[in-house]
């Protein structure tokens, strides 16, 4: 490998560890939210002020919509825009770190789905075992909200629909997709905060946090993993997003003081290493979940 392709690679990297961290440090700013304007203003700002930040710079009104073309694009905003709001409503009563494993059944499920290896059912009963030790179904997992954990296992439905129709949608309208969806998202999502919130939401105390939200789980996230989505295979891609249920976990602990016990640290492990595996087991050519560019 050359100089310059080493180089390119490790700006890759780099930059995916930077929008992950940077998401999950959005998502602890968010929570700090819920007090002044509820889980569902704090969504409500980080969609809506997203789409006002990313519209000057990707200027989606130059995209071609048609009567053919805007319906996979629809379901890939209300995708967004639902996934969203239910991971900030589970995020009520759930640790970030457990909700993001939570949520991660999503993006695994789209990997596996067409997959019929011995190996691929492998990862599926090692994704199993983890879920199955973060539900509150056995002794010392009581303190988890059932109610908050089917939110979480809800948004990650939505993320596999948000992997499935982002896909489509961004082969139809390219780099356009994306601010389209969150357009799409924040008309969805930003009437529900507002009923709840009112304007609370524009307090001089709050807009500020909102900014930040929408900057550090939107903004910088999606603009960073497209450097590393144009310098990576899609196996390294996969390979480092499955570490973000740890790295939720982890900035749920320094910043949210969660502290997660030793069984739900081993569950999210058990997560991070069959979405890995599947990543780095994944049969050249298979299409592998990723943002829509």
Sequence with gaps: MSQQRKTSVW??????????????????????????????????????????????????????????????????????????????????????????????????????????????????????????????????????DWGGVMLALGAGVCWALYIVFGQKSGAVHGQYATTLGVIVAGAVIFPIGLAHAGTAMFRPDVLPLGIGVAILSSAVPYSLEMIGLRRLPAQAFGTLMSLEPAAGALMGLLLLGEHLTGTEWLAIALVVAASMGTALTVKSGEAHPRLPD
């Design 11 to 144: 700006i890759a990297v780099a930059s995916l560890l930077v929008a992950m961290f940077c998401f999950q440090i959005g998502a602890s700013v968010a929570k700090q939210l819920f007090p002044l304007v509820g889980a569902q203003g704090a969504v409500a700002l980080r969609v809506g002020l997203s789409a006002l930040i990313m519209l000057p710079f990707t200027k989606p009104w130059r995209a071609r919509l048609t009567r053919d073309n805007w319906q996979p694009l629809a379901v890939y905003g209300v995708a967004m825009g639902t996934m969203n709001f239910l991971f900030y409503m589970a995020l009520k009563t759930v640790p970030l770190g457990i909700a993001v494993a939570l949520e991660f059944s999503g993006p695994l499920s789209v990997a596996l789905i067409h997959s019929r290896r011995w190996l691929d059912y492998c990862w599926v009963a090692l994704a199993v075992m983890g879920l199955l030790l973060l539900l509150p179904i056995r002794q010392g997992a009581a303190h988890l």
